[in-house]
């Protein structure tokens, strides 16, 4: 693919790239297996000593960025907030495209599920564990994963020395066939590494006896957070790099309380040169979204839905 920096085509073809080729039966418990039996990997899997929890897993069967009218309002004042979604009509092509051919292998596991069959909700909140992992699939069919066949298998990497998936939400709890899950800081896998957001409420709403869902959630990426992550192969600049200038999308969230915050790109290179806090005092440099004084963010929202699927093992390759 040809490159045109600070091209608005190339950077929502890439964000939706990124999101959709990066990431429920229960889970299968973790088996190793020779590598003709995995052949969704390059490698045959080394010895592990994590496993994934026992548990439901889920896999999307559809994902798509709602528009920017719709959303959680995250500052009260009744107006759905998801500035991001200004990219939707770009971005979900993409997604539904990457879903159906399988490279959209975001999966999502629970602890603590009631299993298939009749739906028996449960009495009052009751708490559960949901963890986002960026699968691998096994057997490289695709037909077969929103079918609630796909088994997939997930990289240590994943998983913290505790054995627990470092996207696990703080919170979750289930209430008759509802979760909802929050997490004040929480880093999203995909495919090129990880996202930190924080203030994060996701809810997922189970059908047919826990065997499907949907999904509603709302996020903040934070400047700071967009401007360490960065574009795949050669490009210039971090995510926010190019957002900036090419879609001139600013903070939409004022976290610290100070006012809203201004991102400034030079537009000849289309890299950030500095910031203007919310009382106005600007910040230089190419590092101001990680100022102390900078901590505004950018609204998102994400909608989902949910088939079963399987995690048959960890494995030492990367994500």
């Not at 959680?72 to 092509?93: E, M, S, Y």
């Not at 490289?140 to 929103?146: H, I, K, Y």
Request: proline content about 7%.
């Amino acid at each position: 693919m040809i490159v045109l920096w600070g091209s608005r085509r190339w950077v929502v073809t890439w964000l939706a790239w990124v999101v959709a080729g990066s990431s429920g039966c229960t889970s299968d418990s973790p088996q190793k297996r020779d590598h003709d039996q995995w052949p969704g990997i390059d490698a045959a899997p080394d010895p592990t000593e994590c496993a994934v929890e026992d548990g439901t897993t889920f896999v999307f069967s559809g994902l798509e960025v709602p528009s920017e009218g719709e959303g959680r309002d995250f500052n009260g004042d009744g107006t759905p907030d998801n500035i991001l979604g200004r990219l939707a009509p770009a971005i979900n092509p993409g997604w539904e495209e990457s879903v159906a051919r399988g490279s959209a292998m975001y999966l999502l596991h629970v602890t603590g599920l009631p299993g298939p069959g009749p739906e028996t909700p449960a009495y009052g909140p009751t708490p559960v564990e949901l963890a986002w992992y960026f699968g691998t699939d096994v057997d490289e069919d695709a037909a077969n994963n929103t079918k609630g066949d796909g088994h997939f298998v997930v990289s240590a990497a994943q998983l913290d020395v505790n054995c627990d998936g470092i996207a696990k939400f703080d919170q979750a709890t289930l209430e008759g066939d509802v979760l909802t899950a929050s997490d004040d800081d929480w880093d999203i896998i995909f495919s090129t590494g990880t996202i930190p957001f924080v203030d994060v409420l996701a809810q997922i709403e189970f059908e047919d006896g826990f065997t499907e869902g949907k999904l509603e959630a709302g996020l903040i990426a934070t400047a700071c957070g967009l401007s360490q992550s960065y574009f795949p192969g050669h490009t210039t600049g971090t995510i926010l790099d190019q957002v900036v200038p090419a879609f001139d999308i600013q903070p939409d969230i004022d976290i610290d309380g100070d006012g809203l915050e201004t991102i400034v790109a030079n537009t000849k290179t289309g890299i950030i040169s500095g910031c203007v806090d919310g009382d106005g005092t600007k910040v230089p440099g190419n590092d101001c979204p990680c100022h102390p004084r900078i901590a505004d963010g950018y609204s998102w929202a994400i909608r989902g839905k949910l088939v079963r699927a399987h995690i048959d093992g960890v494995v030492n390759v990367p994500r």
